[in-house]
Protein backbone atom coordinates (compact mmCIF):
# COMPACT_ATOMS: atom_id res chain seq x y z
CA UNK A 1 0.00 0.00 0.00
CA UNK A 2 3.31 2.43 0.21
CA UNK A 3 3.22 2.87 -3.16
CA UNK A 4 -0.61 4.75 -3.34
CA UNK A 5 0.80 7.61 -0.98
CA UNK A 6 2.30 10.66 -1.99
CA UNK A 7 5.61 11.99 -1.37
CA UNK A 8 6.42 15.06 -3.42
CA UNK A 9 8.99 13.17 -5.23
CA UNK A 10 8.37 12.12 -8.81
CA UNK A 11 8.49 9.09 -9.79
CA UNK A 12 7.56 5.75 -12.01
CA UNK A 13 4.17 6.43 -10.09
CA UNK A 14 3.58 9.48 -9.76
CA UNK A 15 4.76 12.10 -12.77
CA UNK A 16 7.34 14.91 -13.07
CA UNK A 17 5.20 17.80 -13.19
CA UNK A 18 7.13 19.71 -10.77
CA UNK A 19 9.81 21.12 -13.20
CA UNK A 20 6.69 22.60 -15.57
CA UNK A 21 5.56 24.80 -12.77
CA UNK A 22 7.79 27.80 -13.87
CA UNK A 23 7.23 27.33 -17.46
CA UNK A 24 3.64 28.66 -17.68
CA UNK A 25 1.54 25.93 -16.19
CA UNK A 26 0.76 28.32 -13.68
CA UNK A 27 -0.93 31.68 -14.51
CA UNK A 28 1.08 34.74 -13.62
CA UNK A 29 -0.53 36.87 -10.74
CA UNK A 30 -2.07 39.90 -12.63
CA UNK A 31 -3.31 42.81 -11.41
CA UNK A 32 -6.97 41.88 -11.00
CA UNK A 33 -5.78 38.51 -9.31
CA UNK A 34 -4.10 40.84 -6.61
CA UNK A 35 -7.15 43.15 -6.56
CA UNK A 36 -8.88 43.11 -2.79
CA UNK A 37 -5.91 42.45 -0.77
CA UNK A 38 -6.04 45.97 1.63
CA UNK A 39 -7.70 45.34 5.03
CA UNK A 40 -11.23 47.02 4.90
CA UNK A 41 -11.54 50.04 6.42
CA UNK A 42 -13.57 49.83 10.02
CA UNK A 43 -16.84 50.54 9.31
CA UNK A 44 -16.97 48.35 5.82
CA UNK A 45 -15.14 46.03 7.73
CA UNK A 46 -17.86 46.01 10.98
CA UNK A 47 -20.86 45.95 8.25
CA UNK A 48 -19.02 43.11 6.49
CA UNK A 49 -18.67 40.96 9.52
CA UNK A 50 -22.30 41.38 10.85
CA UNK A 51 -23.55 40.09 7.21
CA UNK A 52 -20.94 37.03 7.45
CA UNK A 53 -22.17 36.24 11.11
CA UNK A 54 -25.41 36.16 10.35
CA UNK A 55 -25.19 33.53 8.24
CA UNK A 56 -22.69 31.39 10.49
CA UNK A 57 -19.60 32.42 10.10
CA UNK A 58 -17.49 33.44 13.63
CA UNK A 59 -14.92 36.26 14.17
CA UNK A 60 -11.73 34.83 15.39
CA UNK A 61 -10.87 35.93 18.56
CA UNK A 62 -6.75 34.98 18.07
CA UNK A 63 -6.22 36.78 14.94
CA UNK A 64 -8.38 38.89 11.88
CA UNK A 65 -10.29 36.06 10.31
CA UNK A 66 -13.56 33.75 9.84
CA UNK A 67 -14.11 30.71 10.69
CA UNK A 68 -17.08 28.68 9.83
CA UNK A 69 -17.91 24.84 10.45
CA UNK A 70 -20.21 22.99 7.81
CA UNK A 71 -22.00 19.56 7.87
CA UNK A 72 -22.69 17.76 5.42
CA UNK A 73 -24.29 14.05 4.74
CA UNK A 74 -21.64 12.47 3.62
CA UNK A 75 -17.88 12.53 2.79
CA UNK A 76 -18.67 12.48 -0.90
CA UNK A 77 -20.98 15.61 -0.18
CA UNK A 78 -18.21 17.52 1.75
CA UNK A 79 -15.17 16.80 -0.67
CA UNK A 80 -17.88 17.55 -3.96
CA UNK A 81 -18.17 21.02 -1.81
CA UNK A 82 -14.58 21.23 -1.90
CA UNK A 83 -13.96 20.85 -4.67
CA UNK A 84 -16.00 23.42 -5.56
CA UNK A 85 -14.95 26.15 -3.73
CA UNK A 86 -11.48 24.94 -4.94
CA UNK A 87 -12.05 25.55 -8.13
CA UNK A 88 -13.60 29.54 -7.60
CA UNK A 89 -11.13 30.07 -5.15
CA UNK A 90 -7.83 29.11 -8.01
CA UNK A 91 -10.09 31.65 -9.95
CA UNK A 92 -9.67 34.24 -7.31
CA UNK A 93 -5.69 33.58 -6.45
CA UNK A 94 -7.45 33.66 -3.15
CA UNK A 95 -7.33 30.34 -0.90
CA UNK A 96 -8.96 29.21 2.21
CA UNK A 97 -7.47 27.60 5.39
CA UNK A 98 -9.57 24.15 5.74
CA UNK A 99 -9.94 21.14 7.64
CA UNK A 100 -11.75 17.99 6.22
CA UNK A 101 -12.85 14.92 8.20
CA UNK A 102 -15.47 12.35 6.83
CA UNK A 103 -18.57 14.54 6.28
CA UNK A 104 -17.35 18.18 8.29
CA UNK A 105 -15.46 20.81 6.77
CA UNK A 106 -13.61 23.77 9.04
CA UNK A 107 -12.80 26.78 7.02
CA UNK A 108 -10.68 29.79 8.33
CA UNK A 109 -10.55 32.99 6.11
CA UNK A 110 -8.20 35.60 5.75
CA UNK A 111 -5.68 37.51 3.71
CA UNK A 112 -2.15 36.74 4.50
CA UNK A 113 -0.73 39.68 1.88
CA UNK A 114 -2.45 41.92 4.24
CA UNK A 115 -2.74 40.29 7.58
CA UNK A 116 -6.10 40.20 7.95
CA UNK A 117 -9.80 40.32 6.66
CA UNK A 118 -10.00 42.05 2.78
CA UNK A 119 -12.72 41.91 0.83
CA UNK A 120 -11.85 38.78 -0.51
CA UNK A 121 -12.45 37.19 2.16
CA UNK A 122 -16.17 38.93 2.28
CA UNK A 123 -16.79 37.06 -1.20
CA UNK A 124 -15.31 33.72 -1.10
CA UNK A 125 -16.87 33.61 2.10
CA UNK A 126 -20.48 34.72 0.23
CA UNK A 127 -19.91 32.23 -2.65
CA UNK A 128 -18.48 29.09 0.15
CA UNK A 129 -22.45 30.20 1.39
CA UNK A 130 -24.03 30.21 -1.73
CA UNK A 131 -22.09 26.55 -2.67
CA UNK A 132 -23.26 24.86 0.88
CA UNK A 133 -26.89 25.99 0.09
CA UNK A 134 -26.96 23.72 -3.27
CA UNK A 135 -25.42 20.52 -1.37
Known amino acids: MGWLMFTGRPGRLWPNVFGKLGSGVLPALSAEMATGTSWLPPAERQQRLLELKATGWVELEERDAVYKELTFKTFN???????????????????????????????????????????????????????????
Open 77 to 135: QAFGFMSRVALQAERMNHHPEWFNVYNKVQITLTTHSCGGLSEKDVTLAKFIDQVALTM
